[in-house]
């Protein structure tokens, strides 16, 4: 019975890892906002009531996918940011490390980048599944940004008066131990953070900036320097 079960369980693992990259190959050419169901059983040889068993409703899928995509570049962000740890980088240098695997992982990945940093899909709501998954390439920043100030110090950068409690407020929620002002400039860096890899991706620096590796090198340098990490290469 457990040797009939395993096989099962086997099966419907590469059925959903077969309806995911049909999925992701339909986003690529349609965006995530045609995603259907039936266009996808239909390309893998199946009746829809039988992809609904894997799929009840098209959001389902589409959070699947979201939780894949979020899932992935964190993975690339946290591995980037290990592998600074151990060559014994500075918060600085791990900050620049996580940014270009975050930039590598969405030139690789551009349609599932646009589905969880682009537009909103019409008619869909994300659930609190996906929160997690979101929030791992910003934890990894806020993990470099505890470090730095709890080992080596941050230059606390200017905050307007009148932000002081939003930024206290934005601290408690998902920052804690971070001082206020970095909290605020770490929010303002990444948005500027993934503008800058949309504005690469989705054509905005055509005819704009030609060596685009080293603008971004320089512009996430600039980002580090924002949320107050040091130069100095002992910190």
Not at 13 to 21: C, G, L, P, Q
Request: aromatic share 8%; with cysteine; hydrophobic share 45%.
């Amino acid at each position: 019975m457990s040797t009939v079960r395993g096989a099962r369980e086997r099966a419907r693992v590469e059925v959903t890892a077969a309806i995911k990259d049909e999925a992701r190959r339909h986003l690529a050419e349609e965006g995530a906002a045609k995603l259907s169901l039936r266009a996808v059983a239909r390309e893998l040889g199946m009746v829809s009531s039988a992809l609904y068993r894997y799929f009840p409703s098209r959001d389902e899928l589409l959070t699947a996918l979201i939780i894949d995509a979020y899932d992935s570049v964190g993975a690339a962000a946290e591995e980037a940011d290990a592998a600074g740890r151990a060559a014994g980088g500075a918060p600085r240098a791990r900050w620049v490390c996580v940014c270009e695997a975050v930039r590598a992982w969405a030139l690789e990945h551009p349609h599932e980048f646009a589905l969880i940093y682009g537009s909103p899909v019409p008619g869909y709501s994300a659930p609190l599944d996906t929160v997690g998954p979101a929030s791992r390439v910003a934890n990894t920043f806020i993990g470099i940004l505890r470090t730095a100030h709890a080992g080596h110090g941050l230059a606390l950068p200017p905050l307007p008066q009148a932000l002081r409690p939003e930024g206290l407020r934005m601290t408690a929620d998902f920052a804690e131990g971070l001082p206020p002002e970095v909290t605020v400039a770490l929010v303002a860096a990444w948005a500027q953070f993934v503008g800058l890899i949309s504005f690469e991706l989705f054509g905005q620096f055509n005819r704009v900036v030609e060596d685009r590796a080293t603008f971004f090198a320089y512009a996430v340098d600039r980002l580090a320097h924002d949320v107050g990490l040091s130069a100095d290469p002992r910190g």
